[in-house]
């Protein structure tokens, strides 16, 4: 079984994600996690090699994510990819949001160079919304809920 997690930066993808393979004794796969063991630092692959390059490093650990029997959280930016579009549509995909209330304090660490403060972060998830509503089977918002509530929750759609 494959159940992919979708949406924006701070939705809460890799902490929902670990605790619902954890309910579903399956493993869990983050592809940002993915790409930083073979490549080093996202803030540094975006800084010294661009985005573009990014996408392409991003692409090749989905195809190896999607390979695996697994909970995969997924990069917020990986499904603007049409090929990872293709490959997930057979597959439960989540997606999970956010109130942008609940956003603010889980950025600025520096690690999400696309969106360094709120308004970043706002007109991204604008920009996107369209596509992550589109690709989901199913939708979760993280706000203002505790994380065991909403794993539990999703491990009982799955
Ligand atoms: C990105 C989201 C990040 C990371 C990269 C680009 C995006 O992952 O892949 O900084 O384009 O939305 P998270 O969604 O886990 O923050």
Known sequence: MTVVLIGPPAAGKTRIGKRVARLLGV???DTDKLIVA???PIPEIFSSKGEPHFRSLERAE???ALDTS??????GGAVLDPETQRDIAALPVVLLTVQP??????LGNGKRPLVPDLASW?????KRRDLYERL????VDTSDRPTDQVAADLAGWV
């Open 27 to 29: 493993p869990f796969v």
């Open 38 to 40: 073979a490549h080093g």
């Open 62 to 64: 989905v195809v190896r």
């Open 70 to 75: 697994a909970v995969v959280s997924f990069g």
């Open 101 to 106: 209330h609940a956003v603010e304090s889980r």
């Open 122 to 126: 706002i007109a991204l998830y604008e």
């Open 136 to 139: 989901a089977d199913h939708v």
